[in-house]
């Protein structure tokens, strides 16, 4: 079936910049929107960053928007999550997730809205 691997979490210190992999497989990737998105204990898996089939367009939040970059990589089916200036409250569980239906430039934020997951990744970021 279908798969989603994360890889790159791990304990960062704050200010850190890792970056995560988010690789699959038995998947059409090229036609996917890819998203990340993230939950810390106790709340909501939330929205963190979205890209389109081809990479053109990209999404991100508020939370996030200048210290985060998303990007992939078509020929190895695989999206990126780099992550700079990395604070305590980033700290969770990172999910990566493919959104089959998604249109050739479209992007899409809800959780509902994506076709498959990953397991996560965990990123604890201290002080």
């Known amino acids: 079936q279908v798969q989603l691997v994360e890889s790159g979490g791990g304990l960062v210190p704050a200010g850190g910049s890792p970056r995560l992999s988010c690789t699959t497989s038995?998947?059409?990737?090229?036609?996917?929107?890819m998203g990340w998105f993230r939950q810390a204990p106790g709340k909501e898996r939330d929205f963190v960053a979205a890209?389109?089939?081809?990479?053109?367009?990209?999404r991100y939040a508020d939370s996030v928007k200048g210290r985060f970059t998303i990007s992939r990589d078509n020929a190895k089916n695989t999206v990126y999550l780099q992550m700079n200036s990395l604070k305590p409250e980033d700290t969770a569980v990172y999910y990566c997730a493919a959104d089959f239906r998604s249109t050739l430039f479209g992007i899409r934020t809800s959780k509902t809205e994506y076709d498959h997951w990953g397991q996560g990744t965990q990123v604890t970021v201290s002080s």
């Open positions: 038995r998947l059409t990737f090229s036609q996917c929107a």
């Open positions: 890209i389109s089939r081809s990479g053109g367009n990209t």
